[in-house]
């Protein structure tokens, strides 16, 4: 298998909370995560690079600041929401991929995805 | 330019009939991994299939598989015998560069809908 889950699916939260979303690789080991956001109608974009032990590569465009990303292990990724905003609300989604030399290391599985409301 | 190109937005389909979704990409680096995934409304990506550069054959995934052009740099996925099931967003994706490291792209997606 290759399942990924994310915790929470939704969250509804105050503007100028912070949010963490968990990412996590149930049945395998990811030596790389990665975000995405997506919008309504469209499609997805990269926010940021996870690499377990290390620092995130972010996009272009993305504040570090705001959007702090931690992996501190092979299974879990956790991304950080902090001061949310409600032009922050959107639909949040984390991949993993299969550490090498895994066949399967070419192809990100993702996970469900978390809806974020900030109000 | 666009990396990936999806050109049809939304797409109909007779249930247990074939249907074709076109995707064409861009790039100039060799080695590359193509990628369709299948996102229904509650939201989840599912991946359905993969198609490497380097690979001799289309890739097969039970009811899908991808026809590679190379010459033509496309990357249609053909589900054959469609369900109601299938109806979803399903989006072309690539990653450029060998292995898994380089971040995958994707395209913006086509709305398929199962008719019964």
Redo the contacts between chains.
């Keep these: 298998g ?1 399942v990924v889950s994310q915790h929470p699916s939704r969250v509804i939260c105050k503007s100028g909370t912070s949010v963490k979303i968990e990412c996590r690789s149930l049945d395998f080991q990811a030596t ?1 995560m ?1 975000w995405y956001r997506q919008f309504p109608k ?3 974009m ?1 926010m940021a ?1 996870s690499n377990e032990g290390s620092k995130a590569t972010y ?1 272009q465009g993305v504040e570090k600041d705001k959007f702090l990303i931690n992996h501190a292990s092979l299974t879990l990724s956790t991304l950080t929401v902090t001061s949310a905003h409600p032009e922050d609300s959107s ?1 949040y ?1 984390c ?1 993993a ?2 550490s ?1 030399p895994s066949v399967r ?9 978390t ?1 974020l409301t900030v109000l | 330019a666009q990396k990936i190109t999806q050109t049809q937005p939304g797409m109909f389909v007779q249930e247990k009939e074939a249907v074709t979704l076109d995707c064409t990409y861009d790039t100039s680096d060799p080695s590359y991994g193509l990628f369709w995934y299948k996102q229904p409304s509650s939201g989840e990506m599912i991946f359905l299939i993969y198609q490497g550069s380097y690979d001799q054959q289309n890739a097969t995934e039970g009811r899908y598989s991808l026809n590679f052009q190379k010459a033509r740099k496309s990357a249609n996925l053909v589900i054959s015998a469609s369900q109601l099931g299938d109806s979803a967003m399903y989006f072309c994706a690539m990653r450029e560069g060998p292995g898994g490291y380089q971040k995958v792209t994707f395209g913006i997606g086509t709305k398929l809908q199962v008719i019964p």
């Design positions: 290759a790389t990665f469209q499609s997805l990269l690079t996009e639909f989604i991949s991929r299969f090498y290391a070419d192809t990100q599985y993702f996970g469900p995805g809806r």
